[in-house]
């Protein structure tokens, strides 16, 4: 008996508490509360940004501009992929130079292991390859966090022109223009805003 008293308090207890809610939520519309709901959708140009410094695209994705991906991508690829190749002639080189190096101290251990292209240059010429490729890897990189850098660059902007006025309210006008007390001629550039409850 003590149980059925609980259980029955405590489905009153529900059905109160779902008839206050439902009374709250019919009560709570009125047009602020609409209004407060679109701005809150309002396109965010920081979002754009964040997600593109996370995640190279990401912004472009969020700003709606899924053309600009392919660019973004083959931007970013071209450093990497040059770094992907200087690196592993730079690594080749590298040790061809130390391979060298020993076998002129002595050591023909490693100097088998060399790159079939390498094995007939010279120790100060693969000094200098090893160093030229040392630096294109570094540009490389250099290169690589530019081109994310102008992604993120291109998100914000973009962004941040989501939601440009360029509807038939802005007007912008050249036309001659005479000041006779400075006996003087030339063009004016007039730009006009129309009010937006005149549509």
């Known amino acids: 008996m003590p149980c059925k008293l609980a259980l029955a308090s405590m489905r009153l207890i529900f059905i109160s508490f779902l008839i206050l809610l439902v009374q709250h939520n019919s009560w709570g519309q009125d047009s602020n509360s609409i209004k407060k709901i679109d701005t ?47 690196d592993d002639l730079y690594n080749k080189t590298k040790f061809a130079y130390t391979a060298r190096f020993k076998e002129a101290n002595g050591d023909n251990s490693d100097v088998a292991k060399i790159d079939p292209v390498l094995k007939n240059l010279s120790l100060g010429s693969l000094q200098s390859y090893r160093n030229g490729f040392r630096k294109d ?6 290169w690589l966090i530019l081109g994310w850098g102008l992604n993120i660059v291109d998100a914000t902007v973009s962004g941040h022109l989501k939601e440009f006025d ?3 309210n802005l007007a ?28």
């Open 40 to 86: 809150l959708h309002r396109h965010n140009p920081r979002l754009a940004t964040k997600y593109s410094a996370l995640f190279p695209g990401l912004g472009q994705i969020y700003n709606k501009q899924y053309w600009k991906l392919p660019i973004v991508y083959g931007a970013l690829a071209i450093p990497v992929a040059t770094y992907i190749y200087n």
């Open 137 to 142: 890897r570094d540009y490389s990189i250099l």
């Open 166 to 168: 360029v509807s038939s």
């Open 172 to 199: 912008i006008s050249i036309k001659p223009m005479v000041q006779p007390q400075f006996r003087q001629s030339g063009l004016s550039l007039q730009l006009h805003f129309k009010n937006a409850q005149s549509k």
